[in-house]
């Protein structure tokens, strides 16, 4: 993918908030999903299901939804490109991994109420709290929807923090952060998360 200057870059996603929905390609899931839900290419808001649903300009990139309003999918794929162009500024993507990693991810947007044992961004261990979202490997997130907010009031960028991060390290995203038993995790890292919120957040997404 490459690099964005600012210009070209707010120009392209521009466009893409009128475009995107005329994009397509080939399409399948790439793997099998827990839920018995109905996959398609494009969000039915007819159907009462749960649906899995391509995400435009990325490959094989899916996500599932129990409501076609709350996230789009182009809204999800705009998202991703903000991610990937501020990480490619300040982290860079020279072997294009975390742009592979983001082609073939799966992301699911069901509300539940899920307590784990985990780390906040400080490090310090936290039990039976309530999260917001879950990197459940390199290449599937969880992400609980806000009530009534746009994507950028989600944990959704945080959780693709940890999806690049696992990517590149092969082993884990940094599950406690900022704290000292995993690396990979720094005030860099939480500072891109702030400025793509933002920006997304500016233009309603």
């Given at each position: ?32 999903s827990?839920?018995?839900?109905v ?6 808001p007819?159907?009462t299901?749960?649906?899995?649903i ?6 094989q990139t ?27 500024i300040?982290f860079?993507?020279?072997?294009g991994?975390?742009w592979?990693?983001l ?9 539940r ?22 990197t ?11 009530l009534?907010?746009?994507i ?10 940890h999806?690049a ?10 599950p406690d ?10 005030v ?10 933002d ?5 309603g997404?």
């Amino acid at each position: 993918m490459g690099r964005f200057n600012n210009r070209l870059f707010f120009v392209a996603a521009g466009l893409l908030l009128f475009l995107i929905s005329c994009i397509s390609g080939p399409w399948q899931p790439k793997r099998p999903s827990s839920h018995s839900a109905v996959v398609t290419e494009r969000c039915n808001p007819y159907k009462t299901d749960i649906q899995m649903i391509k995400l435009p300009v990325f490959s094989q990139t899916w996500q599932i939804v129990e409501d076609c309003d709350k996230y789009p999918s182009e809204a999800v794929a705009i998202a991703m490109i903000f991610f990937y162009n501020d990480w490619t500024i300040h982290f860079g993507d020279d072997r294009g991994m975390i742009w592979r990693t983001l082609n073939s991810l799966l992301v699911e947007w069901v509300d539940r109420e899920r307590l784990v044992s985990g780390h906040d961004i400080t490090g310090r261990l936290q039990q039976r709290a309530k999260a917001s979202g879950i990197t459940l490997t390199k290449s599937m997130v969880w992400v609980r929807p806000s009530l009534e907010g746009p994507i950028c009031e989600t944990s959704f960028i945080h959780e693709l923090v940890h999806v690049a991060i696992w990517s590149i390290k092969g082993t884990d995203g940094d599950p406690d952060h900022l704290g000292t038993k995993y690396l990979g995790w720094t005030v860099d890292h939480s500072a891109l998360i702030q400025r793509v919120n933002d920006q997304l957040c500016a233009l309603g997404i």
